[in-house]
């Protein structure tokens, strides 16, 4: 049987199956007594679970609580993707040209969403075919990029911009007691940089200004990826200026 995924109004979904759990959702007052003050609360009930085969009193059901349409299929899914937004490397070939390889990471909920995210911007930005050879996950703890203008800067500048991939040894340093308080793990971090000495003075700035503030590292190595351009909301990204790097000294 063909699978088939329709939008119905309620009325019309006799005997299709329901594509997500359905949900009676209202809004509670209520008085905070620490405070006094007025809150509202969102509340919710299940009305009906994936994959119910839909009769008349399940559309009475539907109906009575407001819903009005439904997603449906034609066979009950019972399974559910569970999707949470990593990092993807797409390796592709360019056919036409100088048909060499090049890589991109993207965030994206899947690997289908990734290549749908970069077949499309390749589409608009590149004037070549081609070819999609692998998507990998990624596991990168920091992505660290130069700031947009100063990258333009050194751009026009003619200067060669590179992403590096470091892994470094990390001992955290959470408490007094040794034994209790420290934890140690490598940690993958993806940086821009100009150069191989640039980039870990750029992981060092960033060691200082945040949260690795407590972590006593060790780089066991760094290596140039072949990487055209990371796509990742700004939040995820840390940022840095050649300013911040005047401030390290890198260790020979």
Do not use: H
Not at 36 to 49: F, N, P, V
Not at 127 to 137: D, G, M, R
Not at 152 to 170: D, F, G, P, V
Not at 214 to 223: A, G, L, P, R
């Amino acid at each position: 049987m063909e699978l088939q995924k329709k939008t119905l109004p309620v009325e019309e979904a006799n005997g299709w199956y329901l594509m997500k759990t359905e949900k009676r959702c209202w809004s509670e007052e209520f008085i905070d007594e620490d405070s006094g003050d007025r809150t509202t609360e969102e509340r919710s009930e299940i009305l009906c679970g994936k994959g119910t085969q839909i009769n008349d009193i399940i559309k009475s059901l539907l109906l009575e609580n407001g819903i009005t349409t439904v997603k449906v299929s034609n066979v009950a899914l019972l399974g559910e993707q569970d999707k949470k937004f990593n990092l993807w490397e797409i390796a592709i070939k360019v056919l036409t040209g100088k048909g060499n390889k090049k890589s991109y990471i993207v965030t994206a909920d899947s690997p289908a969403a990734a290549e749908v995210f970069i077949s499309e911007y390749l589409e608009v930005n590149m004037e070549a075919v081609f070819k999609l050879i692998k998507i990998n996950e990624q596991d990168y703890n920091k992505v660290i990029k130069i700031y947009d203008s100063e990258k333009e800067q050194l751009e026009l500048n003619k200067k060669r911009i590179c992403w590096y991939k470091a892994q470094i040894y990390s001992m955290l340093d959470d408490g007094d007691d040794e034994s209790e308080g420290s934890s140690a793990g490598s940690r993958n971090i993806l940086v821009q940089a100009t150069s191989f000495e640039k980039a870990m003075a750029a992981i060092k700035a960033v060691m200082i200004q945040n949260e690795f503030d407590s972590i006593y590292n060790t780089f066991k190595k760094i290596e140039e990826l072949n990487i055209v351009d990371v796509f990742m909301p700004d939040e995820n990204l840390v940022y840095y200026s050649d300013e911040d790097l005047t401030k390290i000294t890198v260790e020979d």
